[in-house]
């Protein structure tokens, strides 16, 4: 059995992934606040697990992995969004969880295991909130239920941060009723109009935290193999997450691997609103960038490390993904290619398995390997999948080769290049590539073809 190593940011080192129960691999990943459009670092997350995911299927079986990425559907954002809009809550919810749902299935990824959304699991969260009043770990203030970051002596562990050091760089909330400055919601009154459960401490809702610890808990049991995230959600929520769940079951370890995936940038710039380069998966994909191109270039780079999201990036993407469909054309999927498997069982390097992809795809151009090899290897990282290939469906190009190469004959015995230029820059405007030679001339899809700009030669 391949074995697989991760980098776990709670030990800080790269470790063989033991599971629990190799029977049963258990994973929870941090889903998105469904308040609006999923922006390209929501995709990159989303991608990453996605293809760890996959990996944990293939050695350890597709029915053996269960996969949970929770929805987060009661927010401020939210309340802020239905307040600006004047539309329902629930509503917006709704609306954003399918956006996000059909953008995510655009890049590749599987549906997890389970998408629980935070508010069917209410009950749950008030009732660990109770357990932990009741171990005094929590404590009730004008009507919040807080966290008493004091009683849990390894808080600050996962992040490497002393307590002083959290206060210093954390926007912490300055309120009378907390103890400690670092005290977390775990419960607080729900505002007029706005969501809200009856509990033992009035109606509210439930603190941000605490959401993941009780759909993880119920779903996936005290202790489970694999928790990840994006790396902004070490501190404070996944600390805050490990600390509730040890205090409320006994001081066990909530996930035995953590894993952070790093953020994008956009042409070497934090992509960000104030800078003017902030996008959505949407408008990349209503660009016509295909969403197996988007899924390819966050894959360029470790998912530890930051991705840069370039123009060069795409093109070079699309150019290889369109080539490697003409290779696979018709194929059956075989067994993946070992350097690809181990590629991304090396902590799932991705960049190291693009470049096995790239060799392997040479091979299969020369007649020394399968295209079913290659195909399978790529939808290991999620690439090549059946039903995202539209794009890149071949066209027939030869009347066009026909009509060019006639022109430039014709020139050649009048000495007039006129129509052949013309046509030729027809033709770069649609993104075609014409090569010509001693052998003649060539027409092949360029990176930036668009069929519906062809030359009407009718």
Same mark, same amino acid.
């Given at each position: 059995?391949?074995?697989?190593?991760?980098?776990?940011? $709670?030990?800080?080192?790269?470790?063989?992934?033991?599971?629990?129960?190799?029977?049963?691999?258990?994973?929870?990943?941090?889903?998105?606040?469904?308040?609006?459009?999923?922006?390209?670092?929501?995709?990159? !997350?989303?991608?990453?697990?996605?293809?760890?995911?996959?990996?944990?299927?293939?050695?350890?079986?597709? /029915?053996?992995?269960?996969?949970?990425?929770?929805?987060?559907? #009661?927010?401020?954002?939210? *309340?802020?969004?239905?307040?600006?809009?004047?539309?329902?809550?629930?509503?917006?919810?709704? +609306?954003?969880?399918?956006?996000?749902?059909?953008?995510?299935?655009?890049?590749?990824?599987?549906?997890?295991?389970? !998408?629980?959304?935070?508010?069917?699991?209410?009950?749950?969260?008030?009732?660990?909130?109770?357990?932990?009043?009741?171990?005094?770990?929590?404590? %009730?203030?004008?009507?919040? #239920?807080?966290?008493?970051? *004091?009683?849990?002596? $390894?808080?600050?562990?996962?992040?490497?941060?002393?307590?002083?050091?959290?206060?210093?760089?954390?926007?912490?909330?300055?309120?009378?009723?907390?103890?400690?400055?670092?005290?977390?919601?775990?419960?607080?009154?729900? +505002?007029?109009? !706005?969501?809200?459960?009856?509990?033992?401490?009035?109606? /509210?809702?439930?603190?941000?935290?605490? +959401?993941?610890?009780?759909?993880?808990?119920?779903?996936?049991?005290?202790?489970?193999?694999?928790?990840?995230?994006?790396?902004?959600?070490?501190?404070?929520?996944?600390?805050? +997450?490990?600390?509730?769940?040890?205090?409320?079951?006994?001081?066990?370890?909530?996930?035995?691997?953590? =894993?952070?995936?790093?953020? =994008?940038?956009?042409?070497?710039?934090?992509?960000?609103?104030?800078?003017?380069?902030?996008?959505? #998966?949407?408008?990349?994909?209503?660009?016509? &960038?295909?969403?197996?191109?988007?899924?390819? &270039?966050?894959?360029? $780079?470790?998912?530890?490390?930051?991705?840069?999201?370039?123009?060069?990036?795409?093109?070079?993407?699309?150019?290889?993904?369109?080539?490697?469909?003409? =290779?696979?054309?018709?194929?059956?999927?075989?067994?993946?290619? *070992? %350097?690809?498997?181990?590629?991304?069982?090396?902590?799932?390097?991705?960049?190291?398995?693009?470049?096995?992809?790239?060799?392997?795809? @040479?091979?299969?151009?020369?007649?020394?390997?399968?295209?079913?090899?290659?195909?399978?290897?790529?939808?290991?990282?999620?690439?090549?999948?059946?039903?995202?290939?539209? @794009?890149?469906?071949?066209?027939?190009?030869?009347? =066009?080769?026909?009509?060019?190469? $006639?022109?430039?004959?014709?020139?050649?015995?009048?000495?007039?290049?006129?129509?052949?230029?013309?046509?030729?820059?027809?033709?770069?405007?649609?993104?075609?590539?014409?090569?010509?030679?001693?052998?003649?001339?060539?027409?092949?899809?360029?990176?930036?073809?668009?069929?519906?700009?062809?030359?009407?030669?009718?």
């Amino acid at each position: 059995m391949t074995t697989i190593r991760l980098t776990n940011s $709670a030990a800080r080192t790269k470790q063989d992934f033991v599971p629990l129960d190799p029977a049963h691999v258990r994973m929870y990943v941090c889903g998105p606040t469904v308040y609006d459009r999923a922006h390209m670092g929501n995709a990159r !997350s989303a991608c990453v697990f996605d293809t760890l995911f996959r990996l944990l299927r293939h050695v350890h079986g597709a /029915g053996q992995v269960t996969y949970v990425r929770n929805i987060t559907d #009661v927010d401020d954002k939210i *309340n802020a969004r239905a307040a600006e809009t004047g539309r329902p809550i629930s509503e917006i919810a709704d +609306e954003t969880t399918g956006w996000y749902v059909e953008d995510m299935a655009a890049l590749g990824c599987l549906a997890p295991t389970d !998408s629980p959304r935070a508010t069917a699991h209410v009950p749950a969260m008030i009732a660990m909130t109770e357990d932990l009043i009741a171990k005094g770990h929590a404590y %009730e203030a004008e009507g919040h #239920v807080l966290f008493a970051v *004091n009683t849990y002596d $390894a808080y600050g562990r996962l992040s490497g941060r002393t307590v002083e050091d959290m206060i210093a760089g954390a926007r912490v909330e300055v309120a009378p009723y907390k103890r400690d400055p670092m005290d977390f919601v775990l419960w607080k009154p729900a +505002e007029p109009g !706005s969501p809200g459960w009856d509990s033992p401490w009035g109606r /509210g809702r439930p603190g941000w935290h605490i +959401e993941c610890s009780a759909m993880a808990g119920t779903l996936l049991g005290e202790t489970f193999d694999i928790h990840g995230g994006g790396g902004d959600l070490m501190f404070p929520h996944h600390e805050n +997450e490990i600390a509730q769940s040890a205090c409320a079951h006994g001081g066990a370890s909530m996930a035995r691997y953590w =894993l952070h995936n790093e953020m =994008l940038q956009v042409e070497g710039r934090k992509m960000s609103k104030s800078l003017g380069n902030f996008f959505t #998966v949407r408008d990349k994909l209503d660009e016509g &960038v295909p969403g197996e191109v988007i899924r390819y &270039v966050l894959m360029t $780079a470790h998912y530890r490390k930051p991705t840069d999201w370039t123009v060069d990036k795409v093109r070079g993407a699309t150019v290889s993904l369109r080539r490697w469909r003409e =290779l696979t054309a018709g194929a059956t999927p075989a067994a993946p290619d *070992n %350097e690809v498997v181990e590629a991304l069982a090396d902590d799932l390097n991705t960049a190291r398995a693009l470049d096995a992809l790239h060799h392997l795809a @040479w091979a299969v151009a020369e007649g020394a390997a399968e295209p079913g090899t290659l195909l399978a290897s790529a939808r290991m990282l999620g690439l090549l999948e059946a039903g995202l290939g539209d @794009w890149a469906a071949p066209v027939d190009l030869s009347g =066009l080769e026909r009509h060019f190469s $006639a022109l430039r004959e014709r020139a050649k015995e009048t000495k007039d290049f006129s129509a052949v230029d013309a046509l030729k820059l027809r033709l770069a405007q649609a993104g075609v590539e014409v090569r010509m030679g001693h052998q003649g001339v060539s027409l092949r899809p360029g990176p930036d073809f668009a069929p519906d700009r062809l030359p009407d030669l009718s």
